[in-house]
């Protein structure tokens, strides 16, 4: 059979390949029932690899460390369906290289598979997914690039491979190209929260934040419906008020929608840290909303399987004022980095610096915090997450230079973000660069002979 990919997937079953298709459609859209889908396929055919496969990659793309046992079953049960196609081999092969640490060698694995049938949107999603956890963004624009010719005006899915390319455009850099991929795709996909979101990260890097919420405002057909990533959505408005100097906004979508369900998934826990951080980085109070961040984070302290999920973990235990709960979560992630894997040498560098530099910065340390950000800075993508959501290390390592005096290293930090955004300052950028120039022109005071 071929499913809504115009994929084969190994079943003679009518009602499996339904559960299937519905599946696929509602992970492209973020929606809400994946996993019910999922479970209705594997109830109803156990046996079948590629599902498997598919609740495993998904269990590892949480950066939980108790599921890495469930992705574990579930590749066991994936190698024993026995004869499969190519398809399933590579997703099952590519679960294996994850589990042995090496989502690289995962990508390879199922870059082999969307190869051999450039119109899998689904494998192309999971690629997509995984290359976005590894911050490999010009990789994610090749591979999206790869396979977009193939989804002509027919494919089913077309929508949702443009939202993809809409993505990678941005965070690599194409601006306008980006903008019209996504507007393009949402009217293909009304319910492709991730091409929507690709456009308000548009808007967030060429500083046009009333265009942003608007976008968002008049399109949440295309969030609603979506599982924690709605959330998200929320987060990246909160961004667009903030730039606006609307703080009254921002706390009232941090309290009613960004944190209305206190979650612990790191996703979540990303958005309210970050959000918390660049209000405090505005001189606003934000009263006691870190400390049930940080006691969630305290409880992950021993997950170790993403640093983008560590470094927030960080700052939520940094601004609870927990600080030797944030020096026993450096200290982790110094162990980590001497493992051999591929999350190792991200935990290596820039893991530990920017780690060391955040807990620094909690602590009013902001010499030593400013020379560890700024030295991680260079393969601070790596972590992982958008240009949008590593903003919130940039801010700080901004501060901290501020802070501590740095003023010409500041001001070349500035520049540089300036130039990522196609030379469009947002508030952020204006504040700072006064501040500098205010800085120096202060009188220098003369030591008395």
């Not at 009217?187 to 060429?206: F, N, P, S």
């Not at 972590?383 to 903003?391: E, F, L, Y």
């Not at 952020?428 to 008395?448: C, G, H, K, S």
């Amino acid at each position: 059979m071929y499913d809504i990919c115009d994929s084969d997937i190994a079943t003679t079953s009518p009602e499996a390949l339904a559960d299937w298709n519905a599946m696929v459609l509602a992970f492209l859209a973020h929606g809400t029932e994946t996993p019910t889908h999922l479970g209705s396929l594997l109830t109803r055919q156990p046996d079948l690899a590629i599902a498997q496969a598919a609740k495993g990659l998904f269990s590892m793309l949480m950066g939980r460390r108790e599921l890495v046992a469930t992705a574990a079953e579930a590749h066991t049960l994936a190698l024993a369906a026995g004869p499969v196609d190519l398809r399933a081999r590579g997703w099952t092969d590519a679960l294996g290289h994850w589990l042995a640490g090496s989502p690289t060698r995962a990508i390879a694995a199922l870059e082999a598979v969307l190869g051999a049938n450039p119109r899998d949107t689904m494998t192309m999603k999971v690629i997509h997914a995984i290359r976005f956890v590894l911050g490999d963004a010009t990789g994610m624009r090749a591979s999206v690039e790869r396979a977009l010719p193939h989804h002509d005006d027919t494919h089913a899915c077309r929508g949702y491979a443009l939202g993809c390319h809409a993505f990678a455009l941005e965070e690599t850099g194409d601006y306008d190209a980006a903008e019209r991929a996504g507007r393009a795709g949402l009217q293909l996909a009304t319910d492709d929260a991730w091409g929507l979101h690709a456009v308000a990260h548009v808007y967030d890097m060429t500083a046009r934040s009333k265009e942003g919420i608007r976008l968002i405002a008049d399109n949440d057909g295309a969030w609603m419906h979506c599982n924690n990533f709605r959330y998200h959505v929320w987060w990246h408005k909160a961004l667009l008020h903030l730039d606006l100097g609307d703080i009254a906004e921002v706390l009232s979508l941090y309290d009613q929608k960004i944190r209305a369900d206190k979650t612990d998934d790191y996703r979540d826990i990303a958005n309210a840290t970050s959000l918390l951080m660049r209000l405090e980085l505005e001189g606003v109070d934000v009263g006691g909303r870190w400390d049930e961040l940080a006691a969630f984070s305290e409880a992950r302290s021993g997950d170790g399987c993403l640093v983008f999920a560590d470094l927030h973990y960080v700052l939520a235990l940094t601004g609870a004022g927990k600080e030797d709960a944030a020096r026993t979560m450096v200290a982790r992630v110094r162990r980590e980095a001497g493992t051999e894997t591929d999350m190792g040498q991200i935990f290596d560098d820039p893991g530990q610096a920017a780690a060391h530099g955040l807990a620094a910065f909690g602590e009013g340390c902001y010499d030593t915090a400013f020379r560890a950000l700024a030295s991680a800075r260079p393969k601070m993508p790596t972590v992982g997450g958008s240009h949008a959501q590593r903003d919130v290390f940039e801010r700080m390592t901004v501060d901290a230079g501020l802070r501590a005096g740095y003023l010409d290293e500041t001001e070349t930090i500035l520049n540089d973000r300036l130039a990522r955004r196609a030379g469009q300052a947002d508030t952020f950028t204006e504040t700072r660069l006064a501040q500098i120039d205010a800085a120096r022109r202060e009188p220098v005071a003369i030591p008395a002979q």
